[in-house]
């Protein structure tokens, strides 16, 4: 069992930076792959950013070059620096984990914080 919890989200104007954390606990040695979501009203559940476990990052083409995606397996947190925010950029942001082995094939049970909501706005 892993539990995830967002923090960090807020509002802030065009242009300004926020930095969400996700913080997990319980069997944490068990996180492989991370990654953070997003969803805006009406849209589907978006792909940001993702960082696997050996750090290699990923990210969506409309925040490539704006955001930031690390963890600390030390402290057992991933991160989401944000900057150059944009009012599309507007969400409420998810943190997702692959835990433990669940079948032959590899397959891991995913973990899902509750999301933190980011607005920009002036």
């Known amino acids: 069992q892993v539990q995830l919890v967002e923090s960090g989200g807020g509002l802030v104007q065009p242009g300004g930076s926020l930095r969400l954390s996700c913080a997990a606990s319980g069997n944490v040695f068990s996180i492989n792959d991370m990654a953070w979501y997003r969803q805006a009203p009406g849209n589907q559940r978006d792909l940001v950013a993702a960082?696997?476990?050996?750090?290699?990052?990923s990210y969506a083409d409309s925040v490539k070059g704006r955001f930031t995606i690390s963890r600390d397996n030390a402290k057992n947190t991933m991160y989401l620096q944000m900057n150059g925010l944009k009012p599309e950029d507007t969400a409420v942001y998810y943190c997702k984990a692959y835990g433990e082995p669940i079948s032959y094939t590899g397959a891991r049970r995913i973990y899902w914080g509750q999301g933190t909501q980011v607005t920009v706005s002036s």
């Open positions: 960082i696997t476990s050996g750090g290699s990052t």
